[in-house]
């Protein structure tokens, strides 16, 4: 018996609006004509929410499991080169909406290269050589094979004071992503986050789980500088920081794979491209 | 004479000039990661009046989403259409910023 979802679906939200119809009967109660003109126009109000999947204010779903559903910036269909905090990462960093250093990055999901930048990756195999004496040639055994290090070099420039402000963003989002949690930090201890890192579309580089193990800033003395005004400073200090307004900016990145999705490794799945990343799931297999 | 616009309005912040405005000062909405993404359908195809009383019970709000959304939105009324997806702001996010 096959079951036909879209029925399903209607029969969800036909409950859901009488659900709504016997909650406005019970705060309105009453047959009079303004309790049943009420009745009727709140309904109206609710269920055009509820057929378009949204709720009052704005408000994000709660989730079974405890966590909230969000809708984040359309990366799947962006090809521009993007490092982005893991869908899982909590409240931490640019999702932090106490950080209104990192805010301007909220609108892209992460550092957003503006120019196409230069990424450098290597993959390789390596094999032990075994030198039988009196032969021509080494037998070569298999060791491991491994993905070395991205490396994405980018120019950013700031001629407007909102493009100094993302880029004053982009900076200290780097240098934070180099950092683990420490001291105060209520989840001390914790490693620098994982990041995902995407370019070129999704069998390219597709959300794959990089850390960075360096980043480099040429704060050059030929460029001018210009202001980028935070909404909230910290330390109590002017808020004003000059950014330069030409800057070319080095990421070493280094993939992470965890052993778990190691598991789901199969070289003919990777071939057929059934290993490529999702933004808002898995992280992709470079 | 001088018209006081609303808390709620787009020009709330933008001053007169005896009868006149003066230039248009903006209303920016804050942008969390978190802000639904909401694919306009036909219920509220043209209607961001619809959308915003439905949301915030306030039809007046009905600028917030070209404001939210800059870079899909640039009439706030015939740019909302089907299949357009945009931010939609939560209620807090209003309250602080518009004051209201």
Known sequence: ?286 | MTVEYRQDSPYAQTRMQGTYLDIYEPRPIPSYADDVLFTVNLTYQFRPDLLAYDLYSNQNLWWVFAVRNPNAIEDPIWDFRVGKKIYIPKQATLSKALGI
């Open chain 1, 1 to 286: 018996m096959a079951f036909n979802f879209n029925n399903i679906t209607e029969a969800v939200q036909d409950a859901t609006s009488s659900a709504v119809q016997k909650g406005l009967s019970k705060a309105i109660p009453g047959d009079g004509f303004i309790s049943k003109t009420a009745r009727g126009y709140l309904g109206s109000q609710a269920n055009r929410l509820i057929n378009s999947q949204l709720n009052p204010g704005g408000e994000n779903s709660v989730l079974p499991n405890g966590g909230v559903a969000t809708a984040r910036f359309g990366s799947d269909n962006d090809t521009r080169a993007r490092l982005a905090l893991s869908p899982g990462s909590g409240n931490i960093l640019y999702r932090d909406p106490s950080n209104e250093l990192l805010r301007p990055l909220t609108t892209t999901d992460g550092v957003v290269w503006p120019y196409t930048p230069s990424i450098n990756v290597g993959y390789s195999a390596a094999y032990t050589g075994n030198q039988v004496i009196h032969n021509n040639y080494a037998s070569q055994s298999y060791g491991q094979s491994m993905i070395e290090q991205i490396s994405c070099v980018g120019t950013f420039t700031a001629n407007t004071p909102e493009e100094a402000e993302y880029l004053l963003s982009v900076l200290h989002f780097l240098k934070s992503a180099t950092k683990s949690f420490f001291g105060q930090d209520p989840n001390r201890g914790t490693p620098p986050p994982v990041l995902r890192f995407s370019a070129h579309g999704p069998y390219m580089f597709n959300s794959v789980p990089v850390v960075i193990s360096a980043t480099n800033f040429d704060f050059e003395q030929t460029v001018d500088y210009i202001n980028a005004k935070v909404a909230s400073g910290g330390g109590g200090v002017d808020s004003t920081t000059r950014v330069p307004s030409s800057i070319s900016i080095n990421v070493t990145l280094l993939p992470v794979i965890s052993r778990q999705r190691q598991t789901e490794f199969g070289l003919e799945k990777y071939a057929r491209g059934e290993l490529i990343g999702q933004a808002s799931g898995k992280g992709g297999m470079p």
